[in-house]
């Protein structure tokens, strides 16, 4: 009735019979195709006190979570200690200890901000999904990237809210999630395919890597590579299904032979499982090339 009142709609309006009650004091059409912020406005809009969090919140924010998930669309909503605890049909309620720079407004939504977003996530998530979710947070990519890309948050920034919630529940998978955090990872299962390598014993990749030809031009940009032994890995999605892409694919594939990089293509049925096949491929391949256990290769910038 709020968000009515401000916007001069009469009382009368609210009650009519296409509108749908979804929550007290929440109406909406219901014919309404309303997501993502649009549909969920209206919980902050109650009262001010009352701001999005955890899933709620990262689902704005666009921050990938596991599938497991993926059938949970209940509506988290948090108000500061010291308030009333939320409670209203389909909304799980949290009170919680917010600073000033911990809530930010998206689409004219409140919620907590990207960082306070993923800490609160530790409460849920496992230290692999936890790594993904933060990768997607700082990942950016430099003007030497077909897709220029700007972080939306710093590593830094994670790990200051981190320091500022030293007793909080999940705190410490947060600590090992941000040890193993890295920029430029642009998915999920590329997050996840590189905490499979690291699990197994296996090196770690560089992410942002270029492959330049000898005029310095860029020529391929992996989503991770081996340095020393020139092993590039190619996570393929399902955007890869395509004809076109099909063919973009194989154009790619020989141009990493044309520069003497031996492309190994993953796909999402290469990191199911307790022992995925991405282990035993990315090891047959650095094996190839010379790798033996026990070598980590350097970690440094584009060639």
């Not at 200890?97 to 609160?120: F, G, M």
């Not at 992410?207 to 190619?234: C, I, M, T």
């Not at 194989?250 to 796909?267: N, T």
Request: a positive charge; charged letters at 25%.
């Amino acid at each position: 009735m709020r968000a009515s009142d401000k916007a001069g709609v009469p009382r009368s309006r609210t009650l009519a019979k296409d509108l749908v009650l979804v929550s007290r004091g929440v109406r909406v059409p219901a014919a309404s195709g309303a997501s993502g912020a649009a549909a969920l406005r209206a919980y902050t809009d109650l009262d001010d006190s009352s701001v999005l969090v955890s899933l709620s919140a990262a689902r704005l924010w666009g921050i990938p979570l596991p599938g497991v998930l993926n059938g949970d669309w209940r509506i988290h909503l948090a108000r500061r200690r010291g308030f009333s605890f939320p409670r209203r049909v389909n909304v799980v309620g949290h009170l919680l200890t917010l600073l000033p720079e911990e809530t930010a407004e998206h689409d004219d939504v409140r919620l907590t901000s990207p960082p306070r977003t993923w800490l609160d996530l530790a409460k849920v998530l496992s230290v692999e999904d936890l790594v993904a979710a933060g990768d997607y947070l700082v990942c950016s990519h430099g003007s030497d990237f077909p897709v220029p890309k700007d972080p939306v948050c710093s590593i830094e920034e994670l790990t200051e809210t981190v320091n500022r919630h030293p007793g909080m529940r999940g705190v410490r998978t947060a600590r090992a999630a941000l040890e193993l955090i890295r920029v430029g990872a642009d998915s999920a299962p590329e997050s996840l395919m590189r905490m499979a390598l690291i699990n197994a014993g296996l090196p770690e990749p560089v992410l942002n890597f270029v492959v330049r030809d000898p005029f310095g031009k860029a020529v391929l940009w992996p989503d991770a590579a081996y340095l020393e032994q020139r092993v590039s890995l190619q996570y393929d999605g399902q955007h890869h299904g395509g004809a076109e892409q099909h063919l973009r694919d194989i154009d790619r594939q020989e141009k990493s032979l044309a520069h003497g990089w031996l492309e190994v293509r993953i796909s999402k049925h290469d990191l199911q499982g307790d022992m995925p096949a991405v282990v035993h491929k990315v090891r047959r391949a650095l094996q190839s090339r010379g790798w033996r256990r026990g070598e980590q290769p350097p970690r440094r910038g584009g060639i």
